[in-house]
């Protein structure tokens, strides 16, 4: 039997139906909350999210955070406004710019852009960001980043990066995620109320998530859900067309940068479906005659989602414990 394109279409009402009880129940039964609390972005994870709380808990039970900062898109905060009002809920704003300054998240990460780029000066207009090779069923490139910054002139140079630099950007941008869910958590315990997380299925299980940031919460409702099932649900759940056409961006960097160049490497309507195959042990060459692919290319993509699972296995862990009974001494290396 072939691989089936279409094994990603859901039943979009009843999953809703499905997400929508789930919710009721633990909030109100396991974690005895009143209601829920989630930041917006604008973008479609967040706007599902919000539009399945709405339908569980109504727009009076659920506080909608949009949390910008210095670097933000300026269509963050307009599209989530829009959504917001869009199911009924009265938006609220916290801008995290002078929380992250008290962190020093850009004086650190910009100490790492100069030390590649030694002209880079945010105050002057100068942008960055970091990105992967695009071409991954065309070469089997490593998930190796590049820094790009782009002058006030619009000129863009790139330059590998080396591991020194790139952890003090990551670590440095971070802030931003772990400050997000430090903000829903006051709003949560002022109210009683639960944090929703948005992660879907790509990001928590790729490790395309902040450990302690947005991967922190007390539910994630369409964390089962590939992004391709995200989109369907959205449709259903009508969630406005500008959100649902806007390609979905990481919104860390000050220039703009979509998931695909800045971690997936692929689009979601070929990832999701290569992937899928690969988590159910179908056979390269049917996977690669129902996608128009070569199996070396099919290879190429399985190896990059099993480097990408291995590699970020440590986000996925919960806090290790050491148990009273425990009695064995443990030692590294023998």
């Not at 399945?52 to 963050?76: H, K, N, Y």
């Not at 989109?231 to 961006?249: G, S």
């Not at 000050?254 to 979601?268: G, N, W």
């Amino acid at each position: 039997m072939g691989f089936d394109t279409r094994v990603l279409e859901i039943d979009a009402a009843a999953e809703t139906e499905r997400i929508i009880n789930w919710l009721q129940y633990h909030v109100v039964r396991t974690l005895h909350r009143q209601g829920v609390v989630l930041g917006i972005s604008g973008g479609i994870d967040s706007s599902v999210t919000l539009a399945l709380c709405v339908r569980a808990f109504g727009p009076q039970r659920v506080v909608a955070l949009m949390m910008p900062e210095r670097d933000s898109d300026p269509q963050t905060v307009h599209l989530s406004e829009m959504v917001a009002r869009h199911y009924g809920v009265e938006p609220i704003l916290e801008d995290l710019t002078p929380v992250l300054e008290g962190f020093g998240c850009y004086r650190r990460r910009d100490e790492a852009v100069r030390r590649i780029f030694p002209e880079y000066d945010a105050a002057l207009g100068y942008k960055m960001r970091i990105v992967l090779p695009q071409n991954l069923l065309e070469a089997d490139t490593l998930n190796v980043f590049s820094l790009e910054i782009i002058t006030p002139n619009g000129e863009v140079k790139s330059k590998r990066l080396p591991p020194r630099e790139y952890a003090q950007i990551v670590a440095a941008s971070n802030f931003k995620q772990r400050a997000r869910m430090a903000m829903a958590y006051y709003h949560a315990e002022l109210r009683n109320y639960a944090v929703v997380g948005t992660p879907n299925k790509n990001e928590h299980d790729q490790g395309f998530f902040v450990k302690y940031g947005d991967g922190g919460a007390d539910l994630r409702p369409i964390v089962h859900l590939y992004k391709t099932q995200i989109y369907q649900l959205a449709r259903y759940l009508d969630v406005p067309e500008v959100i649902q056409r806007r390609p979905p961006t990481s919104d860390t960097y000050s220039a703009p940068t979509t998931q695909q160049e800045f971690f997936f490497r692929l689009p979601f309507e070929t990832m999701d479906l290569l992937w899928y195959a690969q988590e159910r042990h179908v056979p390269v060459v049917d996977v690669a005659e129902a996608l128009n692919l070569t199996p070396v290319q099919v290879r190429r993509a399985f190896n990059d989602f099993a480097r990408k699972r291995r590699t970020t296995a440590y986000l996925r862990m919960p806090p290790l414990e050491l148990r009273a009974e425990e009695h064995a001494a443990i030692t590294i290396g023998q």
